[in-house]
């Protein structure tokens, strides 16, 4: 800019302070202010510097001179203005500034005097626009509490989510608007950002709700209402799935044990030990003896299974190899399947995993089941289980991943029938639940919901091959898993090698370890009997006390299913049930059969839903035979089971009947020879397992002899008749067993006859 002479001044000064040549001063206020863009001013006999009013608000868009246009032609000005005297109208769009606030400042002029001033302020005291309000939207209650789930995090991803909708005019003309509308908070012009760096401003200079306001407004402006939803909705689903996340962590950061703990809550981190899954199912069950080779319940499959990580359900993935919607998951009863699917909802609450999954409500059968009567909505259903999902209008919107997990499809009330239910699809629209929940596994109701169902092998087939994308087996503890799980529970590092060492010097016992809940039932007999036990003894040898406390946990399940059952499953008794079940396996025993046919079911009176859904002391299992054929095989949950409860019905009909199972014939039961009849029962067994060719009565003999304690008695009064001391008769058994370990015939057997000598006297000893 050329100024003419050396008396060029800075930017600041007021025109009117400065005259012509000779000193003449003419009291001339321009009308607005002047841009600081002056290239197009020339200097005249008449020279005239222009102040320029400070904004209240500075910015970067109030120092843009593109901002300014002229507003009154020359020839008008020259019209208006008195001779001499140059006049300039200056505008700016929304400017927040006032020029008259700033002309009619307190700031006097060189060589005024104070009533020149005083007159000066009088000229210019037209009425000004008032100050602009703030914009309630940058305004936040100091008072108001932000809601948990507002976090940075989550207000990070919500934005950026929500302008990579835009089309790139529209993110151009956001960050133009955005830039326009508040200038007060972004000083910079945004074009040059992409969309993380416009997220990480706005973050930066506004809170996490003002960012979003602002976003949101700027969006209803652009009339990009969809989008604007979008990011209000998502806001607040937020809030919901928070809130269902307390929810599910309360239900779920307990395990209850209802064994010696009568109920008492556990936390399940304390307890929860990695469990074996794998690809497929059609794995037979655990079968492994410690004196027999059980072939015909080994598994047919060829190959070996590929283990999967409760980490590596529904991974992204997985699930985009091999397209995974609908994943069935199934075990033997006590397998750890309901473990399983707690450790996944308990990560998925914690933030540890399954981060693509917007809700995961789960559905347990047991819960579904007190509405099978009942004609209700899909959304209904779910708000009945979650009210805070109420605040939810629909689960079906953008990039928000729902999940259910149906758990124990066996516990369903509701006959589950593909082939003759109705295709339904209305989320709303009041059904049975049969409909609603054939339609979410089909994938009717929620095609891009991702549906886990659990179950026992027996219901496995009640879902068609073209409904299920993924299977998996839940196969329980490895070796190295169920000695993981005793060094968790038991704290104290010393006693817990000495357990697992106990566990290892029975063989039966650590097989049977291998289901997760035998060891719940191992962990509680043996906490019980730790806390009794003085300083410096052994532990019991015994095993027949844990298969009891199985058993009743397996009949408490029974009953409270039936109970809970809306129809008539069973009319048996559970004593009943036992001496049926208890039939069957002594007589299978007998053939040396462990794998059960459809005529064993018929010929003993039971159903085969009784026993393996109801009570779950049997199970099914489906193995590869040949290449295209599968055969389905029942049998107990394990053979040391199917010993144990034959020899419960041989006690049972000793002790209730008087009759002695095994050799066929009935005692006098008079009250002075109750304890003779129980040893000819002991020695007509004792014999039986020492002539048997193999060894199917070894374990039988060891939980026979074990019932005869009066602590197994006592667990088991609810089933006898009467309770009587036998200390006499098992001492009498104890005879006739060492006779026959002095004899030495059959020495194969000496072994386990000295376990059962631990049977008769589970008493620990001091060392």
């Not at 049930?577 to 040396?592: I, V, Y």
């Not at 003999?701 to 309770?723: C, H, I, K, Y």
């Given at each position: 800019m050329?100024?003419?002479s050396?008396?060029?001044?800075?930017?600041?000064?007021?025109a009117?302070?400065?005259?012509?040549?000779?000193?003449?001063?003419?009291?001339?206020?321009?009308?607005?202010?002047?841009?600081?863009?002056?290239r197009?001013?020339?200097?005249?006999?008449?020279r005239?510097?222009?102040?320029?009013?400070?904004?209240p608000?500075?910015?970067?868009?109030?120092?843009?001179?593109?901002?300014?246009?002229?507003?009154?032609?020359?020839?008008?000005?020259?019209e208006?203005?008195?001779h001499?005297?140059?006049?300039?109208?200056?505008?700016?769009?929304n400017?927040?500034?006032?020029?008259?606030?700033?002309?009619?400042?307190?700031?006097?002029?060189?060589?005024?005097?104070?009533?020149?001033?005083?007159?000066r302020?009088?000229?210019?005291?037209?009425?000004?626009?008032?100050?602009?309000?703030?914009?309630?939207?940058?305004?936040?209650?100091?008072?108001?509490?932000?809601?948990?789930a507002?976090?940075?995090?989550?207000?990070?991803?919500?934005?950026?989510?929500?302008?990579?909708?835009?089309?790139?005019?529209?993110?151009?003309?956001?960050?133009?608007?955005?830039?326009?509308?508040?200038?007060?908070?972004?000083?910079?012009?945004?074009?040059?950002?992409?969309?993380?760096?416009?997220?990480?401003?706005?973050?930066?200079?506004?809170?996490?709700?003002?960012?979003?306001?602002?976003?949101?407004?700027?969006?209803?402006?652009?009339?990009?209402?969809?989008?604007?939803?979008y990011?209000q909705?998502?806001?607040?689903?937020?809030?919901v799935?928070?809130?269902?996340?307390?929810?599910?962590?309360?239900?779920?950061?307990?395990?209850?044990?209802?064994?010696?703990?009568?109920?008492?809550?556990?936390?399940?981190?304390?307890?929860?030990?990695?469990?074996?899954?794998?690809?497929?199912?059609?794995?037979?069950?655990?079968?492994?003896?410690?004196?027999?080779?059980?072939?015909?319940?080994?598994?047919?499959?060829?190959?070996?299974?590929?283990?999967?990580s409760?980490?590596?359900?529904?991974?992204?993935?997985?699930?985009?190899?091999?397209?995974?919607?609908?994943?069935?998951?199934?075990?033997?009863?006590?397998?750890?399947?309901?473990?399983?699917?707690?450790?996944?909802i308990?990560?998925?609450?914690?933030?540890?995993?399954?981060?693509?999954?917007?809700?995961?409500?789960?559905?347990?059968?047991?819960?579904?089941?007190?509405?099978?009567?009942?004609k209700?909505?899909?959304?209904?259903?779910?708000?009945?289980?979650?009210?805070?999902?109420?605040?939810?209008?629909?689960?079906?919107?953008?990039?928000?991943?729902?999940?259910?997990?149906?758990?124990?499809?066996?516990?369903c009330?509701?006959?589950?029938?593909?082939?003759?239910?109705?295709?339904?699809?209305?989320?709303?629209?009041?059904?049975?639940?049969?409909?609603?929940?054939?339609?979410?596994?089909?994938?009717?109701?929620?095609?891009?919901?991702?549906?886990?169902?659990?179950?026992?092998?027996?219901?496995?087939?009640?879902?068609?091959?073209?409904?299920?994308?993924?299977?998996h087996?839940?196969?329980?503890?490895?070796?190295?898993?169920?000695?993981?799980?005793?060094?968790?529970?038991?704290?104290?590092?010393?006693?817990?090698?000495?357990?697992?060492?106990?566990?290892?010097?029975?063989?039966?016992?650590?097989?049977?370890?291998?289901?997760?809940?035998?060891?719940?039932?191992?962990?509680?007999?043996?906490?019980?009997?730790?806390?009794?036990?003085?300083?410096?003894?052994?532990?019991?040898?015994?095993?027949?006390?844990f298969?009891?406390?199985?058993?009743?946990?397996h009949?408490?399940?029974?009953?409270?299913?039936?109970?809970?059952?809306?129809?008539?499953?069973?009319v048996?008794?559970?004593?009943?049930?036992?001496?049926?079940?208890?039939?069957?396996?002594?007589?299978?025993?007998?053939?040396?059969?462990?794998?059960?046919?459809?005529?064993?079911?018929?010929?003993?009176?039971?159903?085969?839903?009784?026993?393996?859904?109801?009570?779950?002391?049997?199970?099914?299992?489906?193995?590869?035979?040949?290449?295209?054929?599968?055969?389905?095989?029942?049998c107990?949950?394990?053979?040391?089971?199917?010993?144990?409860?034959?020899a419960?019905?041989?006690?049972?009909?000793?002790?209730?009947?008087?009759?002695n199972?095994?050799?066929?014939?009935?005692?006098?039961?008079?009250?002075?020879?109750?304890?003779?009849?129980?040893?000819?029962?002991?020695?007509?067994?004792?014999?039986?397992?020492?002539?048997?060719?193999?060894?199917?009565?070894?374990?039988?003999?060891?939980?026979?002899?074990?019932?005869?304690?009066?602590?197994?008695?006592?667990?088991?009064?609810?089933?006898?008749?009467?309770?009587s001391?036998?200390?006499?008769?098992?001492?009498?058994?104890?005879r006739?067993?060492?006779?026959?370990?002095?004899?030495?015939?059959?020495?194969?057997?000496?072994?386990?006859?000295?376990?059962?000598?631990?049977?008769?006297?589970?008493?620990?000893?001091?060392?």
């Amino acid at each position: 800019m050329e100024t003419g002479s050396d008396n060029s001044l800075p930017f600041g000064h007021g025109a009117s302070a400065f005259g012509s040549e000779d000193g003449d001063v003419e009291d001339v206020i321009p009308e607005r202010r002047l841009s600081l863009d002056l290239r197009h001013w020339e200097p005249t006999a008449d020279r005239y510097d222009v102040e320029r009013a400070a904004s209240p608000a500075p910015s970067y868009v109030s120092m843009h001179s593109d901002g300014w246009s002229f507003s009154m032609s020359e020839t008008e000005a020259d019209e208006e203005a008195p001779h001499g005297v140059t006049q300039v109208h200056l505008e700016r769009a929304n400017s927040s500034a006032s020029s008259s606030f700033s002309l009619c400042s307190d700031e006097g002029v060189e060589g005024e005097s104070k009533p020149e001033r005083k007159s000066r302020k009088k000229s210019c005291s037209q009425p000004s626009a008032a100050p602009p309000l703030p914009k309630p939207e940058l305004q936040k209650d100091p008072n108001e509490k932000r809601h948990p789930a507002l976090t940075v995090e989550f207000a990070f991803k919500a934005l950026q989510s929500c302008l990579q909708k835009l089309t790139a005019d529209e993110l151009k003309s956001f960050k133009h608007n955005l830039w326009k509308r508040y200038p007060e908070c972004f000083r910079d012009p945004l074009d040059g950002l992409d969309i993380v760096d416009v997220v990480d401003k706005m973050l930066e200079i506004c809170d996490i709700e003002v960012s979003l306001k602002i976003t949101h407004i700027v969006l209803r402006e652009m009339n990009l209402k969809k989008v604007a939803d979008y990011l209000q909705g998502l806001c607040k689903r937020n809030e919901v799935r928070y809130e269902l996340k307390l929810t599910l962590k309360r239900k779920y950061e307990n395990i209850y044990e209802s064994l010696a703990q009568q109920g008492q809550q556990t936390l399940f981190d304390s307890v929860y030990t990695d469990i074996h899954i794998t690809d497929g199912a059609n794995a037979a069950i655990n079968s492994e003896h410690e004196y027999r080779q059980i072939e015909e319940l080994q598994e047919c499959g060829r190959g070996t299974k590929e283990v999967v990580s409760c980490k590596d359900i529904f991974s992204p993935e997985v699930v985009k190899s091999r397209h995974v919607r609908t994943l069935l998951t199934k075990g033997s009863p006590g397998i750890g399947k309901s473990s399983v699917v707690q450790r996944f909802i308990l990560d998925w609450v914690e933030g540890k995993g399954h981060h693509d999954v917007f809700f995961l409500i789960p559905l347990p059968f047991k819960e579904l089941n007190q509405m099978a009567d009942d004609k209700i909505g899909f959304m209904d259903l779910i708000c009945r289980l979650y009210p805070e999902m109420k605040e939810v209008d629909t689960l079906d919107f953008d990039d928000c991943r729902v999940m259910f997990i149906c758990d124990g499809l066996d516990d369903c009330a509701v006959p589950i029938d593909f082939r003759r239910t109705a295709y339904w699809c209305d989320l709303n629209e009041p059904t049975t639940l049969k409909i609603l929940i054939t339609n979410l596994i089909r994938g009717n109701l929620m095609y891009s919901a991702y549906v886990w169902v659990t179950t026992r092998p027996v219901s496995i087939n009640l879902i068609p091959a073209e409904s299920i994308h993924q299977l998996h087996e839940v196969r329980g503890f490895t070796n190295e898993q169920r000695e993981a799980y005793f060094r968790k529970v038991i704290t104290n590092k010393e006693l817990a090698e000495r357990v697992i060492a106990y566990i290892k010097s029975c063989k039966t016992l650590y097989l049977m370890c291998h289901m997760p809940q035998f060891c719940w039932v191992v962990h509680n007999v043996l906490q019980r009997d730790l806390q009794n036990l003085p300083a410096g003894t052994e532990l019991p040898k015994a095993i027949t006390h844990f298969y009891t406390n199985l058993l009743l946990m397996h009949i408490g399940m029974r009953s409270q299913r039936l109970q809970n059952s809306t129809k008539e499953e069973s009319v048996l008794s559970d004593q009943d049930f036992l001496m049926k079940l208890g039939k069957m396996a002594f007589q299978l025993l007998e053939k040396n059969v462990f794998r059960i046919e459809k005529e064993h079911w018929t010929e003993c009176g039971l159903h085969v839903r009784d026993a393996v859904v109801i009570a779950g002391l049997c199970t099914q299992f489906y193995r590869e035979k040949f290449v295209m054929y599968q055969e389905k095989v029942d049998c107990f949950i394990h053979p040391t089971m199917q010993e144990y409860i034959a020899a419960l019905y041989v006690f049972l009909s000793f002790k209730n009947n008087g009759k002695n199972v095994v050799e066929g014939h009935k005692f006098k039961m008079f009250s002075s020879s109750k304890e003779g009849s129980l040893v000819e029962l002991h020695k007509s067994a004792i014999d039986k397992a020492l002539h048997a060719k193999n060894a199917n009565y070894d374990i039988f003999l060891r939980f026979l002899l074990g019932m005869s304690v009066e602590a197994n008695q006592d667990l088991l009064r609810s089933f006898l008749s009467s309770t009587s001391l036998s200390m006499q008769a098992r001492e009498e058994t104890a005879r006739y067993i060492r006779k026959k370990i002095k004899e030495n015939h059959y020495p194969e057997k000496n072994e386990n006859l000295q376990q059962c000598l631990d049977e008769l006297f589970p008493q620990p000893q001091r060392h």
